[in-house]
Every structure is written in structure tokens, then in C-alpha cells.
């Protein structure tokens, strides 16, 4: 029973990844998920999150309008596409799960399920 993240990469600032999250051994279609990020030196913070029918989503002001998050629940996957991407968006990026079919929370603590985070690295 895990989460896997992928996709990440070093790009260039203005360029554009798609990160990837796979669950084995559940399925997700009851599940919020959640994108968080960590530089170095930093406090994890919450980027994005989805609902579990994918009818509700989360940005923080600092991405939105430059990464979208989406979800298929047939693959038990969730994406976020980040566009534009900045220096600062440089971290190590996790997804979260939290079996929750309503709502998507912000508070890292609700969620019980982590992947092992993917390195986005973004050159000036």
C-alpha cells in the first residue's frame, strides 16, 4: 500500500513539468489528495489538492493560475501540471492522500498516506 511520485526533473524557469502520483494497493476514488512541497530550510506547504470525484480543488495564491492538478481515478492517479515555473517552486514535492470523499483539507495533518516526494529543481 503506497504512493509513488514521479516526474519530477530540472527544467528551466518558465518551463513546465507534469508530476505524477500512483497508488498501489488501494484505490484512491475515496480519497482527497493533496500536493505539498518542501525546499530546503522551509516549511512544508500545501500546493494543491483535489477531491476525491475531483469536483472540488485547492491552489495556494502562490501557483495559482500556473498549476493545475487533475485526477483519474480509473488509473488511481493524480497530476499536477505546473506551468511557468519559477526558481522558487524549486523543492521536493510529495503527495498525500486522506480518506475523505467530500472535501479537500489544507492541514498536512489529515492526510495519513504519503508518496516519498519527487525533486523539482528550477534554473534561473
Known amino acids: 500500500v503506497q504512493l509513488q511520485a514521479s516526474g519530477g526533473g530540472l527544467v528551466q524557469a518558465g518551463g513546465s513539468l507534469r508530476l505524477s502520483c500512483a497508488a498501489s494497493?488501494?484505490?484512491?476514488?475515496?480519497?482527497?489528495m493533496g500536493w505539498f512541497r518542501q525546499a530546503p530550510g522551509k516549511a512544508r506547504e500545501m500546493v494543491s489538492g483535489?477531491?476525491?470525484?475531483?469536483?472540488?480543488?485547492y491552489y495556494a495564491d502562490s501557483v495559482k493560475g500556473r498549476f493545475t492538478v487533475s485526477r483519474d481515478n480509473v488509473k488511481d492517479t493524480v497530476y499536477l501540471q505546473m506551468n511557468s515555473l519559477k526558481p522558487e517552486d524549486a523543492a521536493i514535492y510529495y503527495c498525500?492522500?486522506?480518506?475523505?470523499?467530500?472535501?479537500?483539507?489544507?492541514?498536512?495533518?489529515?492526510?495519513?498516506?504519503w508518496g516519498q516526494g519527487t525533486l523539482v529543481t528550477v534554473s534561473s
Open positions: 498525500a492522500a486522506d480518506l475523505n470523499p467530500f472535501t479537500v483539507p489544507t492541514d498536512a495533518r489529515e492526510y495519513d498516506r
Open positions: 483535489i477531491s476525491a470525484r475531483g469536483g472540488t480543488t
Open positions: 494497493g488501494f484505490s484512491l476514488d475515496a480519497y482527497a
